[in-house]
């Protein structure tokens, strides 16, 4: 099994903060993705990355960005902190380049609040 | 991609099998089934998928009818631990752009 690992679990903060939720993985995966959801809702792809130095946006608008220097890392950056970013963000990766299939490992989750 | 259909939620009794449906009647012959879950406040865990064969593992036995057109994720013996949502997800072949789209899932709630 892959290891995904989210930091922080919780971050509540204050309005024009910025901030940035880590992503790490130790099993060298191409792809790594970022999806929010609200609680008792969809989750929703807002970015993936297929490899170093790529990233694309997802199927959700969002104002957070991504970068991917490394194959492990896939942090996510929210410039100025709204309280309409309060939700979880959940980070996966998915150990193929062309896959037959996709099994993608969840991180445990940032629960971000926004004041 | 094709798009699936699940029940919103369903009850199943401790130790007995929950079938969870799911109807992706646009299915392209190219595109997998895979199933997820979501325990609570936690990420999805991956469980099982298929193209077009009955498959099974540990945790669970996926159905996929002869038509393609929907598919049943049997979990043989539940336990209140299973209690969760359940994502059935239609994706092509992998690839290196290719993600997958959840849905809104079925809430399945193991009773006691």
């Known amino acids: 099994e892959a290891d995904i690992y989210q930091t922080p679990r919780y971050l509540v903060i204050g309005t024009g903060k910025k901030i940035t939720l880590e992503c790490s993985q130790t099993?060298?995966?191409?792809?790594m993705y970022w999806y929010q959801q609200d609680p008792g809702m969809e989750l929703h792809l807002i970015h993936y990355s297929y490899g170093v130095n790529s990233t694309e946006k997802g199927d959700l608008s969002s104002e957070s960005t991504v970068s991917r220097i490394r194959t492990e890392h896939f942090p996510l950056t929210l410039e100025s902190a709204r309280p309409s970013h309060t939700s979880q963000y959940l980070c996966?990766?998915?150990?193929?380049?062309?896959?037959?299939?996709?099994?993608?490992?969840f991180g445990s989750g940032t629960q971000l609040s926004v004041l | 991609d094709a798009k699936t259909t699940q029940p919103p939620s369903m009850d199943c009794a401790e130790g007995r099998a929950a079938n969870l449906p799911c109807n992706h009647s646009?299915?392209?012959?190219?595109?997998?089934v895979y199933w997820y879950r979501q325990i609570h406040s936690q990420g999805p865990q991956y469980i099982i998928h298929?193209?077009?064969n009955n498959e099974t593992n540990e945790m669970a036995s996926l159905i996929i009818t002869e038509d393609r057109k929907s598919s049943t994720l049997i979990l043989p013996h539940a336990t209140l631990r299973d209690t969760a949502v359940y994502y059935c997800?239609?994706?092509?072949?992998?690839?290196?752009?290719?993600?997958?789209?959840f849905g809104t899932g079925t809430l399945l709630a193991v009773q006691p």
């Open positions: 996966a990766s998915s150990p193929y380049r062309v896959a037959t299939n996709e099994k993608l490992f």
């Open positions: 997800i239609v994706s092509p072949r992998g690839g290196a752009t290719n993600k997958l789209i």
């Open positions: 646009t299915i392209s012959g190219n595109e997998y």
């Open positions: 099993m060298g995966h191409d792809k």
């Open positions: 298929g193209l077009k």
